[in-house]
């Protein structure tokens, strides 16, 4: 049980075009999704939290017109790269944890490439 | 705030080496504590939790018990494999900011044969 999964695992686009990334929660509700960003050889920077119905709340120097997430159901969350340039190349990951649970389950990260 | 700090790798062992993972953490409250390792390309798994002082966690060999007099959460596993090469990662969940997680740095680890 607790499954996460993101679609798509790789995406590769052209600087200037937006990309969405989905993570679903497969076998439970997640009421808290979470958004990260690794760098090669660093650690889960966390972007955002987002809880299911309500604005994501946004850690500091993001910028949440730039990286815009919505989580309209308890087993979906979508982020999406709008006008991507490659400083935005990086791993993608998600995770989501169940209502007053400390456990966070991952998805298997989504590689983006902005050309 | 919370933090973790992690034992600074890179880390290289011959197969059937001891090993050991420092992690120590600052966290208000009762935080519950992580190991996840990450394989080349692909997300975080868990590798084992403990959720309260004493606790001790375990999978696949590898162990690690919440020391809450040392605040330390350091992982062990007696015999490495080759196929234990990853990137391993401590975090806590639940302490100053509910419901985020705090990594650690990550220790790379690579096992010769």
């Known amino acids: 049980g607790a499954v996460v999964s993101q679609h798509p695992s790789r995406v590769i686009c052209k600087s200037g075009t937006s990309v969405k990334i989905e993570c679903r929660s497969l076998d439970f509700q997640a009421t808290t999704m979470f958004w990260y960003r690794q760098f090669p050889k660093q650690s889960l920077m966390l972007m955002a939290t987002?809880?299911?119905?309500?604005?994501?709340?946004?850690e500091q120097g993001v910028e949440k017109d730039k990286f815009l997430i919505n989580h309209a159901s308890l087993t979906l969350s979508t982020l999406t790269v709008t006008s991507a340039h490659p400083e935005d190349s990086s791993f993608y990951i998600c995770?989501?944890?169940?209502?007053?649970?400390?456990?966070?389950?991952f998805g298997p990260g989504t590689r983006l490439t902005v050309l | 705030g919370d933090s973790v700090t992690q034992m600074e790798g890179p880390v290289t062992l011959s197969e059937e080496a001891f090993l050991t993972i420092n992690c120590t953490y600052t966290a208000t409250g009762y935080p519950s504590l992580f190991w996840y390792v990450q394989y080349p390309g692909e997300g975080l798994q868990l590798l084992l939790k403990?959720?309260?002082?004493?606790d001790k966690g375990s999978n696949k060999g590898f162990e690690a018990t919440y020391r809450k007099e040392t605040t330390s959460f350091h992982l062990e596993k007696g015999s490495v494999q080759v196929s234990d090469s990853a990137v391993y990662f401590c975090a806590l969940s639940g302490g100053t900011n509910a419901g985020k997680s705090t990594f650690g740095d990550g220790t790379t680890l690579t096992v010769k044969p």
């Open positions: 403990a959720t309260k002082a004493d």
């Open positions: 987002s809880n299911e119905g309500s604005k994501a709340t946004y």
């Open positions: 995770s989501a944890s169940r209502q007053a649970r400390n456990e966070q389950f």
